[in-house]
């Protein structure tokens, strides 16, 4: 694969399909993804990472379509879930129960019960309750329960605050100077096998510098456990690394991989890794339709037929993603901010492009793999876009579109009485 697009008679080509032929064929707006890109990345960090000691474990949120579990299970993925609905995905999926890590700052009594049953890694557990409740249903089920303890190691990943979480003021994680009397408590008790630690200080993150810096502050602190006879098998550094251009996000994995696994040579801890964004986010894009175009005051508006509802990271984070033509026009360039249907003023997919836009025409917004359909929802009674994947060059149904019954499938109108 040279590059994912390709433009070839003014067409936009997504990995080697026309995107207009899959407009005609499925409608709008639609998920795209690439099976390729998706392993080439996956690959990417199996082969840059060293060889026997590493685990990659696929971070389920960031795309949990079933069929993308079933690409990455085939290809030795492990998993990390953040609930027993993402647990059954990637059981449903094929994946292997013992590559799977159960992370999450609330799990639920049934979430534990589901992750012990089912045989799963390890719990990435971030409090003393929760250690104490794990402890007890496996007690109650005579068996050990197997746990890493997520720490927070107050590291400035320098990303947007709603999804940065390594900082002290974060949610998650034990904070570090609780760190040591949660592990010293984990040793005593009965029923739990303590197997490492773990941390996650955010996502989008592009400089490799404070993945390094909690690196360090981990094994510094896993050294200190020695003393009190505490042996962890594994240091789990989450996941986080921001998505880039196809060739880019290649470089990307690869130094940081590198980087990773040369700060920790010599080790004899296994290195886990939790990527999501960097996996799936480049290898899908979001096809949409022009509606309308419109001038209100000073602003050229494209209404499009996709939204916030389908695709919400502009509006919750200002995410700013490329947005792409798909088939030549005549119409000429302008400045449009691309705006969806839904009756908010910030359902928005980008802002000042620069764009030739008529009505009718097809747009397709970049990097939509992550954090795309799995954010999505049915604010205003809108049913989610169908989600395809292209397998060399053939286009698969991988979710179809939803109806009307589908959005009313679990209401229920009442009985009156007159
Ligand atoms: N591990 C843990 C414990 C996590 O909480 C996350 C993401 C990951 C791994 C994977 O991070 P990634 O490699 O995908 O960055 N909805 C937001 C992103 C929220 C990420 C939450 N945790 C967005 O659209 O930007």
Do not use: W
């Not at 082969?47 to 990659?56: D, G, K, R, T, Y």
């Not at 003393?227 to 962890?232: E, K, P």
């Not at 470089?251 to 991989?257: A, P």
């Not at 920790?264 to 886990?272: A, F, L, N, Q, V």
Request: proline fraction near 3%; charged fraction near 25%; hydrophobic fraction near 35%.
């Amino acid at each position: 694969m040279s590059n994912i697009f390709e433009i070839k008679d003014k067409e936009l080509f997504f990995d080697g399909v026309q995107l207009s032929t899959v407009a005609k064929k499925f409608g709008t707006p639609c998920y795209i993804y690439s099976k390729n890109l998706i392993e080439k990345n996956f690959n990417g960090y199996r082969e840059h990472l060293s060889s026997e000691n590493h685990f990659i474990c696929y971070a389920v949120k960031a795309n949990p379509n079933v069929a993308i579990l079933q690409i990455l299970a085939k290809i030795g993925s492990g998993f990390d879930v953040t609930s027993q609905g993402e647990l059954n995905r990637v059981l449903y999926a094929g994946g292997d129960p013992k590559k799977i890590i159960f992370s999450g700052v609330g799990k639920s009594e049934s979430d534990i019960k589901k992750g012990l049953d089912a045989k799963i890694k390890c719990f990435n557990v971030e409090s003393k309750y929760e250690l104490l409740l794990i402890n007890r249903i496996a007690k109650t089920n005579d068996i050990k329960a197997s746990i890493s303890i997520r720490v927070n190691p107050n590291v400035d990943a320098n990303t947007h605050p709603y999804i940065a979480t390594g900082l002290k003021n974060d949610k998650f994680g034990v904070d570090m100077r609780e760190a040591h009397g949660i592990f010293k408590l984990a040793s005593e008790l009965s029923n739990i096998e303590i197997m490492g630690i773990a941390c996650h200080i955010g996502s989008q993150i592009y400089d490799i510098a404070p993945f390094r810096e909690s690196l360090q502050i981990l094994m510094h602190f896993v050294d200190k456990l020695k003393l009190d006879n505490i042996h962890l098998s594994h240091i789990d550094i989450g996941g986080g690394l921001g998505t880039l251009k196809e060739d880019t996000n290649q470089t990307n994995i690869k130094e940081f991989s590198k980087t990773i696994m040369n700060d920790c040579s010599g080790r004899t801890e296994k290195i886990i890794i939790e990527p999501g964004r960097s996996i799936v986010g480049n290898a899908g894009v979001l096809l949409m339709k022009t509606e309308y175009v419109k001038t209100n005051g000073e602003k050229n508006f494209a209404i499009v037929d996709a939204g916030m509802n389908d695709y919400l990271r502009p509006a919750l984070y200002q995410a700013e993603m490329e947005i792409k033509s798909v088939s030549p026009n005549s119409a000429q360039a302008k400045i449009y901010d691309i705006v969806g249907p839904v009756c908010e003023s910030g359902d928005f997919l980008g802002k000042d492009r620069q764009l030739p836009i008529e009505t009718g025409d097809l747009l397709c917004l970049c990097d939509a793999g992550a954090y795309g359909f799995t954010m999505s929802s049915n604010y205003n009674s809108r049913c989610r876009p169908t989600e395809i994947l292209i397998v060399d060059e053939s286009l698969h149904v991988i979710r179809e579109r939803e109806t009307f019954e589908d959005l009313i499938k679990n209401e229920k109108l009442i009985e009156y009485i007159n």
